[in-house]
């Protein structure tokens, strides 16, 4: 090139490798990144939160219109249904966009260039979300029960559905925003996992032909409302919540490891 | 070329060491696609303590090179070391060895000034109370305090800069990977980033690397400066050793009030010679001949003609464009 493109001389080294600095432990890390995202929803997230709720409250209503109040499986699976679809609002379509956005604008860079485990990002957000919809489940849960005639005496149970159905669905959430190529494809399968939350948990079962059905068997959220909708039963079969919960457990556990796993993908292209 | 030139201690190991560093991408698509070469065989030494600078027009490829320094994008070949890590084989230990301030802030964009930077602070390896402490003796060295409890999405450009900026400083590591750090920075918030970099490197032997377009920051502040075009390395020197390249030529700015008064002989054959921005004329030549194109221009129908002229020693954008940089590309 130029005369004066002279590689450097390598001589002089240093003796021996500088010490590194800290790196984050994974529980520290992991609070760090919750609180934070917390924090971020006292900004951006109070008015979709209400958007959730909103909507499903509005599923309730018109459910209402062609479902009678009272012990039928369909009140049941409506309520359970519009209940849990809250998770899936914020937890899969809202976690899809955010992860989605920070992929495409270089904002994992920032993580990136953190010394802090993979899981404690992911963790950390997924965890968040979940927790943001814990009101609006509650919330949903109460006016469906008020309005179907259930009893609300087992609704101690979504402490449970909540965060298993939402480490179910934030972590698919989560792994759809790392995974898709372009932002774009993030939002739409979001908002596709939302809808298919909508039609095949919120619909009653008896009347859905076979093939939906299967389909309705692969989705995460399926198993939270079932565990829920057992709940509403003078005497619930216990066991069986505890089935469904398990499945809603493993599918998290499954989903949040394959997020972790995209997480690092997407940072070291 | 003199490798430790500049104000840095001249025995101080080398921070970072980078040699023949490639890096292609793909441009296009299908049968049409082309490799882009956006690094094409860098190598540079940044020693201990030096303020070192990477400048050059967008898309020369100086973010791609701070990429890989950061571990963030692995190189097709060549070698990165940071204090004696080889970066390549082990990139999570750039972030254990460097606070990079990257172009982009939309990881905090919704967090108030002071969480976001105790929670990089914490992601740092701080304890919760450490990150608080350092992150307000942060927010209070860059005048942030009264800014602390505002989210970052609501503040101007240059304020969330500076946040950005906090945010990388907490948690004390001892090299600084600046990308563009003071753009849409008002003169003010400017001064305290440059006042933290060179407390820092007193107080702590600090290295900085700083990725800039803007030739005035890169006059002032650096210590040495790569000038990177097209994905080389064109020159590296201080800049008072690439301002010695341009020597003896001088630069004349000549702007007219409306039409160059072209029938003037002396403006006529300049015309041809002069790289024009709007009604600015600028000429790079030899002070004898800037002499007589000035006693030209200031007499008759062209000073009638003429609007403002400056005549100025030679600037690093001259000394940029005399290595054959691409015109035009860097910021005055």
């Known amino acids: 090139m130029t005369l004066l493109s002279v590689p450097p001389q390598t001589d002089r080294r240093a003796a021996a490798p500088a010490p590194l600095g800290p790196s984050a432990r994974l529980l520290p890390a992991l609070a760090a990144v919750y609180r934070a995202q917390l924090a971020r929803a006292r900004v951006a997230r109070i008015p979709l939160l209400f958007v959730a709720t909103f909507q499903s409250v509005g599923i309730l209503v018109m459910m209402r219109g062609v479902v009678d109040a009272g012990q039928t499986s369909a009140a049941r699976s409506v309520v359970a249904g519009s209940s849990v679809l809250v998770v899936a609002f914020v937890a899969l379509n809202l976690l899809a966009q955010y992860f989605g956005k920070l992929r495409a604008t270089g904002g994992l860079d920032h993580y990136a260039t953190l010394p802090v485990p993979a899981a404690s990002v992911v963790l950390g957000a997924a965890g968040a979300y979940a927790s943001f919809t814990l009101p609006g489940t509650v919330a949903t849960a109460v006016i469906g029960g008020v309005m179907f005639g259930l009893p609300l005496g087992q609704l101690w149970v979504l402490l449970a559905v909540v965060p298993l159905a939402g480490a179910a669905l934030s972590g698919l959430g989560a792994a759809c925003g790392l995974l898709a190529p372009r932002q774009e494809i993030a939002t739409m399968l979001g908002q596709l996992g939302m809808s298919a939350a909508l039609l095949l948990g919120v619909l009653p079962v008896d009347h859905l032909p076979q093939p939906v059905l299967w389909l309705?068997?692969?989705?995460?959220?399926?198993?939270?409302?079932?565990?829920?909708?057992?709940?509403?039963?003078?005497?619930?079969?216990?066991?069986?919540?505890?089935?469904?919960?398990?499945?809603?457990?493993?599918?998290?556990?499954?989903?949040?490891?394959?997020?972790?796993?995209?997480?690092?993908?997407?940072?070291?292209? | 070329m003199n490798e430790t030139a500049g104000r840095a201690p001249q025995d101080t190991p080398p921070c970072v060491a980078v040699r023949d560093l490639v890096r292609t991408y793909r441009g296009g698509r299908g049968a049409s696609a082309t490799e882009i070469r956006a690094n094409d065989g860098i190598s540079l030494t940044v020693r201990q303590g030096e303020i070192f600078g990477l400048l050059g027009p967008n898309g020369a490829g100086k973010s791609t090179l701070v990429r890989q320094l950061t571990g963030l994008l692995r190189p097709d070949s060549g070698s990165v070391e940071l204090l004696g890590h080889d970066i390549v084989r082990h990139p999570e230990r750039a972030a254990r060895l460097l606070g990079y301030l990257g172009q982009e802030s939309t990881a905090l964009d919704e967090l108030t000034v002071a969480l976001a930077a105790e929670t990089t602070g914490r992601l740092r390896g701080l304890s919760r109370a450490a990150a608080r402490a350092a992150a307000a003796e942060v927010l209070a060295e860059l005048g942030l305090e009264p800014i602390a409890a505002r989210p970052l999405a609501k503040l101007s450009g240059g304020q969330r800069r500076l946040a950005c900026f906090a945010a990388a400083l907490v948690g004390e590591r001892p090299l600084l990977v600046l990308d563009e750090p003071t753009t849409g920075m008002d003169p003010v918030a400017r001064r305290a980033v440059w006042s933290a970099v060179d407390r820092r490197r007193a107080e702590h032997g600090t290295t900085v690397l700083l990725v800039t377009h803007n030739v005035i920051e890169a006059e002032t502040v650096l210590d040495r400066v790569a000038v990177i075009d097209e994905g080389r390395v064109i020159a590296c020197d201080t800049p008072g050793g690439l301002k010695a390249l341009v020597d003896g030529d001088v630069r004349l700015d000549l702007v007219w009030r409306d039409e160059a008064p072209t029938g003037v002989p002396a403006v006529a054959a300049l015309a041809a010679r002069a790289e024009r921005t709007g009604r600015r004329w600028t000429v790079r030549t030899t002070p004898e001949e800037a002499r007589e194109l000035v006693a030209a221009v200031t007499t008759g129908p062209a000073f009638a003609a003429l609007d403002d002229f400056t005549l100025a020693t030679p600037s690093l954008e001259d000394a940029y464009l005399k290595l054959g940089g691409r015109h035009g590309g860097l910021a005055k």
């Open chain 1, 216 to 269: 309705r068997d692969l989705l995460p959220s399926t198993y939270g409302v079932e565990a829920f909708a057992r709940t509403f039963d003078p005497d619930p079969d216990w066991g069986m919540v505890a089935a469904d919960l398990g499945v809603c457990a493993a599918v998290g556990v499954a989903s949040l490891s394959i997020a972790t796993w995209a997480y690092r993908r997407a940072v070291s292209r």
